[in-house]
């Protein structure tokens, strides 16, 4: 079949997402430009498929919100907070807009930071604005996000489709994303690009009126400058600078599972478990393990509670090196490339402060974590031994929904 | 030269056999047995800004990322 | 596998994927369809007494499946109050049927809501069974004869612009 019959028939959307990838100018690797082409065939033929499909229901657009959050992260040396705030209104019955503001007030003084420069305070903000569009039983979301600081401007625009099939049993997704950053340095500005293109699918599905199980895989690849022009590695006991690859790929695949488990302890109020697992690899040789279970329930009709539990183990990048014996191409002491383990223990609460049914909602959340990351393969200069810090992360946030 | 086509045509049979058997099972949870489902206990992800601002912070403090996009199900209604 | 065949498997299983999603997509026909005698069935009602489907013979009847747990359901509600406080004296008659687990849930939204048509309770599903339902809300309008005329599926704005054309057209035979 020849190309131009193939891009006749694939109807005005792949039209559409093929106009999309000609448009960033950008070169990557012939490798993955092959694939963000694939990608949008794939989501061609979705979009086709939905568009034979004669179905007169309709998915629904996700409903009228709005957040204002106070979040806090402190760990390591490292305090960054801020407020989030996201807006989110249907225009009519197709189309809904959404916008979020993100702020990161920093203050670092990691082990890093503390040991090869001097703590420093600095902001980050971020700006997203997105579309929902329903048509039949598909939801395309479209967005953008913008993130500033005074050395790293990052801009990603990302496409996400998801088609209810089977009767609503069955949620199918695809979604690509393309990142397009500026690296740059204090003193210096900026003098590096870096890319990145994500490709996900997913599928969530209704297995029994009280179980519902989901399986997502999301493809990444990277290129351009990839570390921090700050950081520094070790070789022979000596500090230099880090030598990071300029390309990295990478797959996850994460399987969820959510059960509702009221009858099984019949006291009443409703209950449900979750169990998430995610597997990560990459070509750095990185192969990460996350488990995750959860726990949620309602006390009454106003409140409730989630309890969770995180387990995450990843093994070390093959250029990672707490102290390099040997010369090789790529080096890097970047901790977060290295071997370690982190537990996460936390809980959520939700108070709803009022509700008219069918009308709004409000409520009071609030959730912290704990997290304890043990590395076993990254000394802490300061005392000589393995290095190891505790997290704790906050969140405050008013939500209502209209 | 034949021998080539011999997988896509069995994928397209296989394809075409999939669609028939798609058509006469039935969805085994009826819309009006979605009441479990519908409830904030049932959904994966309840507060999109919150788990981004976590999903943030597991990107930045470690070196694995991806695959943590949540598809909500949705109102049980559909 | 050779490159070029695993290519060709790539793509056609990616189009095999595709059709696929698209055969799916379209719902399954319910087994009630129009110009079928609307099934009988007999519930009770929120205010106690049991209601029958067979007895609103000669009236035009709007069969309503809701539930307190479906927004689209609760945004219907006032506009089918409103056709029934419209067409009550013509002949018509709203039934609205509550698939709840919990009847007394479903007996405080229509409270809540001012609902003044019949509210039936059909947490056994029976009914909802009978009907075939493979949409919430569906509605059903059935004529003065006892047959299925329309079935919508789902609830969007403007359909109770349709109801209400249907229902009059009914109401005039």
Same mark, same amino acid.
């Given at each position: 079949?020849?190309?131009?019959? #193939? ?105 890093? @930071?503390?040991?090869?420069?001097? =703590? ?79 490709? #996900? %699918? ?12 989901? %399986? ?5 690849? $990277? ?5 921090? =022009? ?12 880090? #030598? ?54 309602? +006390?009454? $009709? ?72 043990? +590395? ?6 300061? *005392?000589?031994?393995? /290095? ?15 | ?5 011999? &997988? ?27 009441? #479990?489902?519908?409830? =904030?206990?049932?959904? +994966? ?34 | ?35 079928? !005698? ?7 009602? *929120? @205010? ?19 539930? !307190?747990?479906?927004? =689209? ?13 419209? /067409? ?11 698939? $709840? $687990? ?5 007996? %405080?939204? %229509?409270?809540? &809501? ?5 509210? &039936? ?33 789902? /609830? &969007?704005?403007?359909?109770?612009? *349709? ?11």
């Amino acid at each position: 079949m020849a190309a131009t019959e #193939r891009w006749l028939k694939a109807g005005a959307w792949q039209r559409l997402l093929r106009s999309l990838t000609r448009l960033w100018r950008a070169r990557p690797h012939r490798l993955v430009r092959r694939g963000s082409v694939h990608a949008t065939r794939v989501a061609g033929g979705v979009l086709g498929g939905l568009m034979a499909g004669g179905a007169a229901h309709a998915v629904d657009l996700p409903e009228d919100r709005a957040d204002a959050m106070i979040h806090v992260y402190d760990g390591g040396g490292v305090r960054a907070s801020g407020p989030a705030l996201l807006v989110r209104k249907k225009l009519n019955d197709s189309i809904s807009l959404n916008g979020t503001y993100y702020v990161d007030m920093v203050s670092n003084a990691s082990i890093d @930071v503390v040991t090869t420069a001097s =703590p420093y305070k600095e902001t980050r903000n971020e700006f997203s604005l997105g579309a929902d569009y329903v048509y039949q039983d598909a939801l395309i979301t479209l967005g953008t996000t913008r993130s500033r600081e005074p050395d790293y401007i990052s801009n990603t625009t990302n496409l996400d489709v998801s088609e209810e099939v089977f009767g609503g049993l069955t949620t199918v997704s695809l979604g690509f994303s393309r990142g397009s950053d500026q690296v740059g340095k204090k003193d210096i500005g900026f003098f590096d690009i870096a890319t990145h293109w994500k490709y #996900r %699918a997913g599928v969530t599905q209704i297995l029994t009126p009280r179980w519902l199980m989901s %399986a997502n895989a999301e493809a990444i690849s $990277d290129a351009g400058f990839l570390g921090s =022009p700050y950081r520094v590695a070790r070789v022979f006991g000596a500090a230099v600078a880090e #030598r990071n690859p300029r390309t990295r790929s990478s797959r996850a695949i994460k399987i969820s599972s959510l059960y509702d488990i009221s009858d099984v302890v019949g006291s009443g109020a409703r209950h449900s478990a979750r169990a998430e697992y995610r597997y990560f690899w990459d070509n750095w040789a990185i192969k990460a393990h996350t488990l995750e279970l959860g726990y949620n329930r309602y +006390f009454g $009709d106003a409140w409730l509670a989630e309890g969770f539990f995180r387990y995450y183990k990843q093994s070390a990048a093959l250029f990672y090196s707490d102290n390099a014996q040997t010369e090789t191409t790529y080096v890097s002491r970047n901790r977060q490339l290295s071997a370690f383990n982190s537990i996460g223990l936390g809980g959520k609460v939700a108070y709803t402060v009022k509700q008219v049914p069918g009308k709004y909602e409000i409520k009071l959340n609030g959730s912290y974590q704990y997290m304890r990351f043990k +590395f076993s393969d990254f000394t802490d200069v300061r *005392t000589g031994s393995l /290095y190891a810090f505790n997290a704790n992360v906050l969140q405050l946030f008013v939500s209502a929904t209209f | 030269m034949l021998r080539i086509l011999r &997988l896509p045509v069995a994928g397209a049979l296989a394809a075409a056999a999939l669609l028939s058997g798609c058509g006469s099972i039935e969805p085994w949870v009826k819309p009006y047995e979605r009441e #479990r489902l519908a409830s =904030p206990l049932m959904k +994966f992800s309840r507060d999109g800004l919150a788990d981004r601002h976590r999903d943030h912070i597991y990107d930045v403090r470690e070196g694995s990322r991806g695959a943590t996009g949540v598809q909500g199900g949705g109102c049980g209604c559909n | 596998m050779s490159f070029l065949l695993r290519t060709r498997l790539m793509r056609t299983a990616r189009a095999a994927v595709g059709a696929l999603l698209a055969a799916c997509a379209i719902l399954p026909a319910g087994a009630i369809a129009p110009a079928t !005698t609307a099934p009988d069935f007999t519930l009770r009602t *929120t @205010v106690g007494p049991n209601l029958r489907m067979q007895e609103q013979r000669g009236r035009v009847v709007l069969v309503n499946f809701w539930a !307190t747990w479906c927004a =689209p359901c609760r945004k219907e509600m006032p506009h089918l109050n409103r056709l029934y406080e419209k /067409y009550r004296a013509s002949g018509f008659v709203l039934l609205g049927v509550n698939v $709840d $687990d919990d009847t007394s849930k479903a007996a %405080a939204v %229509a409270t809540q &809501l001012g609902l003044t048509f019949p509210v &039936l309770l059909d947490s056994e599903k029976k009914a909802s069974r009978l009907y075939d339902l493979n949409a919430m809300p569906s509605t059903v309008l059935v004529d003065r004869d006892g047959r299925v005329r329309y079935v919508h599926r789902g /609830y &969007l704005d403007g359909y109770e612009d *349709t109801y209400d054309k249907q229902i009059r057209e009914m109401l005039k035979e």
